[in-house]
């Protein structure tokens, strides 16, 4: 996908600039992602369980995202923030972000 999108934005915007030029492309960058996109489609076709089960583990994080978006949106007070407090332990846990001392 990442590469697609690669392909998406030098399309777009093409004035931007790019300090480093690929070689072969747009060839190569097409042929990775039919590559991929093989390789995808032959999993879900010769071993249908694991990878369905692996497409809905990924797929469950598309509600997950538009919850948190809509969470966002809502701006929820600090008190029913989950996440904020999640982060906040963390936090006091590790500390300011500085590297854990060791204990002697």
């Known amino acids: 996908m990442t590469v697609a ?4 934005l ?9 300090p480093y030029k690929m070689w072969g492309y ?4 097409i042929v990775f992602v039919a590559v991929a996109v ?7 076709i010769s ?4 990878s369905g ?5 990924i797929l469950s994080g598309v509600p997950a995202y538009h919850g948190w978006r809509l969470r966002d949106r809502k701006r929820l007070p600090p008190s029913r923030d989950w996440i904020a407090k ?5 936090r006091l846990r590790i500390g300011d972000g500085n590297v854990i001392p060791r204990r002697a």
């Open 86 to 90: 999640v982060g906040q332990a963390i």
């Open 26 to 29: 747009p060839l190569t960058p």
């Open 38 to 44: 093989w390789f995808v489609a032959n999993t879900l």
């Open 47 to 50: 071993k249908p369980g694991p």
């Open 5 to 8: 999108g690669v392909m998406i």
């Open 10 to 18: 030098r399309r777009k915007y093409p004035d931007t600039p790019r």
């Open 53 to 57: 089960m692996g497409l809905l583990m």
